[in-house]
């Protein structure tokens, strides 16, 4: 079989996180002030959980819980900036470098249009690449389902990498 040596890989995320009161809420790298937080194992930062499984999807490294487990004491409460920066350095390990990344995130409150600039910089920071390569997009659902109810937040990204050298 021929092997393909074609320069740009796609990739896609998905994340969810339950919502519940009182706690701390994490969205692109910023705090959200809101009665409700994330529950989870790190911040629960949704938008940057399903940028780095885009990220390794495109590179065909696995998933964000295959390489930092939800069950380990290592990951409890950890800044998911950090592992978007350890998720770059493994692309770039991999000869990738980021072309550039889309995101959806699903919630119904609060408006967060006024955060996105301050998310998209954050982003850029912890991948060390240009803000003009970092999109998000935030829509409510009309009220249904789970994040209609703000039961939960939802984000879906795809990214593009560009082979950078034969690593
Ligand atoms: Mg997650």
């Known amino acids: 079989m021929a092997t393909t040596t074609f320069p ?73 900036k950090i592992l978007l920066a350890q998720t770059m350095s493994m692309l770039r ?6 072309g550039n990344a889309d995101v959806v995130l699903c919630l119904q409150r609060p408006k967060v249009k006024n955060l996105i600039p301050a998310m998209q910089q ?7 690449t240009d803000i003009d390569n970092i999109s998000i997009k935030a829509t409510t659902t ?10 939960g937040v939802a984000a879906y990204a795809t990214t593009l990498l560009m082979k950078t050298s034969c690593t």
């Open 8 to 80: 740009f890989r796609i990739g896609s995320g998905y994340d969810v996180h339950r919502l519940a009161d009182g706690l701390e809420f994490w969205l692109g790298g910023v705090k959200v002030e809101h009665a409700k937080g994330a529950v989870a194992h790190s911040d629960g930062d949704v938008i940057i959980h399903a940028l780095c499984d885009a990220l390794l999807g495109a590179a065909n490294l696995r998933d964000i819980g295959y390489h930092f487990p939800d069950d380990s004491p290592e990951y409890k409460g950890i800044d998911s």
């Open 93 to 98: 390990k991999k000869g990738y470098e980021l």
């Open 122 to 128: 954050c982003l850029a920071k912890a991948m060390q």
């Open 142 to 151: 009309e009220t249904l389902g789970f994040v209609g109810r703000e039961e």
